[in-house]
């Protein structure tokens, strides 16, 4: 039993950092639940309940999103497989998600800039 509760609390935190991510990529993008649900054949509710992390989605379900989106699943599930000992990534990320959708634009363009050099 003890194992069960384990994996079901993995899962959980697995969900949740899948939905904060894909709803992360989407305001980047300036796209809509709306607009997103309807080109990856998901209803607006589902796709809100995958955003705070309360469903699981399937692999199928995961890819189509992403492409609805134009980022790479890979993407969704970084944060489990780089090193962010210092925390600096997501600390800018909070900062961006406060932005007006106006605003992340410019600071993603900003930081394309940067690092271009």
Do not use: H, W
């Given at each position: 039993m003890r194992?069960?509760?384990k994996e079901t609390a993995k899962i959980k935190m697995i969900n949740k950092v899948v939905g904060r991510n894909f709803r992360k990529y989407r305001r980047v993008a300036g796209l809509t639940q709306e607009s997103i649900a309807e080109k990856a054949n998901v209803t607006i509710e589902y796709l809100s309940k995958l955003e705070n992390g309360t469903y699981n989605a399937r692999v199928t379900t995961i890819i189509d999103l992403c492409r609805a989106v134009s980022i790479t699943p890979t993407l969704l599930l970084a944060d489990f497989f780089t090193d962010k000992s210092n925390g600096i990534s997501e600390v800018i990320f909070e900062e961006v998600d406060k932005l007006t959708l106006e605003d992340q634009k410019?600071?993603?363009?900003?930081?394309?800039?940067?690092?271009?050099?």
């Amino acid at each position: 039993m003890r194992r069960k509760k384990k994996e079901t609390a993995k899962i959980k935190m697995i969900n949740k950092v899948v939905g904060r991510n894909f709803r992360k990529y989407r305001r980047v993008a300036g796209l809509t639940q709306e607009s997103i649900a309807e080109k990856a054949n998901v209803t607006i509710e589902y796709l809100s309940k995958l955003e705070n992390g309360t469903y699981n989605a399937r692999v199928t379900t995961i890819i189509d999103l992403c492409r609805a989106v134009s980022i790479t699943p890979t993407l969704l599930l970084a944060d489990f497989f780089t090193d962010k000992s210092n925390g600096i990534s997501e600390v800018i990320f909070e900062e961006v998600d406060k932005l007006t959708l106006e605003d992340q634009k410019l600071a993603l363009d900003f930081i394309k800039r940067l690092a271009r050099g």
